[in-house]
């Protein structure tokens, strides 16, 4: 999953950045309102998380015309918002809720109750409200970051996980490459880079069971698709 935060303090902006990534998310960063239109308008995120103050204007305002469609982001006004903020007096509470935004957690925060929040709105905004996927012989618990086939447990890296989750979300659909380097990696990829076709090439051998056909498929020209069975 593709995250954006909108933080401007870097002390602040840097160790969550960080545990984000380390929790497997791709994740890029925006320090004012301007840096955030901007990227919202080009790339897909599945998680916005929104800092309220911020040098050339206010979180309240950005989510209002994300929601309002006043600002066209890219995958529609539905993007998932967290907010995070110091601002933690009931009336600030009940304003970024109004606003459109979808969790409010105030400043200073445990790391990972943050990602047990950003976990959770993931899950809302694809399939429901459990923490673990199945399809077929697979299944992943997205809190645990843990993944099996059958009874049997799968060492994946975290960008594997993030692919097979991705691909979990849509079985039988065809997902392009540019999908994937849009939702599973940051903007700091070279998207003439060959590392989805590896990483893909990795994450179907490590799942592979000495089946006839791969699990997952390559539909030449067009991408890759999860056998649903």
């Given at each position: ?14 160790p969550?950045?960080?545990g ?23 790339n897909?995120y ?7 103050a ?26 998932r918002?967290?907010?995070?903020t ?37 899950r809302?905004?694809?399939r429901g ?5 199945s ?27 993030a ?22 990696w ?13 990483t893909?090439?990795?994450?179907r ?7 006839q ?6 539909i ?10």
């Open positions: 999953m593709r995250l954006l935060l909108v933080e401007d303090e870097e002390d602040l902006a840097e969550v950045v960080l984000l990534q380390r929790a497997g998310y791709a994740v890029d960063h925006a320090a004012t309102v301007a840096q955030a239109t901007e990227r919202l308008t080009v897909a599945d998680l916005l998380l929104l800092d309220l911020l040098p050339d204007g206010d979180g309240f305002s950005l989510c209002r015309a994300i929601r309002d469609g006043a600002l066209p982001v890219v995958g529609g006004s539905d993007l918002v967290l907010m995070l110091a601002r933690g007096a009931l009336p600030d509470r009940v304003r970024g809720l109004d606003d459109g935004a979808d969790d409010y957690v105030v400043k200073p925060f445990a790391l990972d109750e943050l990602l047990a929040r950003v976990r959770a709105l993931l809302r905004k694809t409200v459990t923490a673990v996927l399809v077929g012989e697979l299944r992943i618990d997205t809190a645990r970051h843990r993944a099996w086939r059958g009874e049997r447990t799968l060492s994946l890296s975290p960008k594997e996980f692919v097979l989750e991705y691909l979990m979300t849509r079985p039988g659909h065809v997902v392009s490459t540019e999908e994937l380097l849009e939702h599973v940051d903007e700091n990829i070279d998207p003439f880079t060959h590392t989805v076709r590896v893909v090439g990795t994450l051998r490590k799942i592979g069971n000495g089946d056909h791969s699990i997952i498929e390559t030449v020209g067009r991408g890759y698709r999860l056998r649903e069975s």
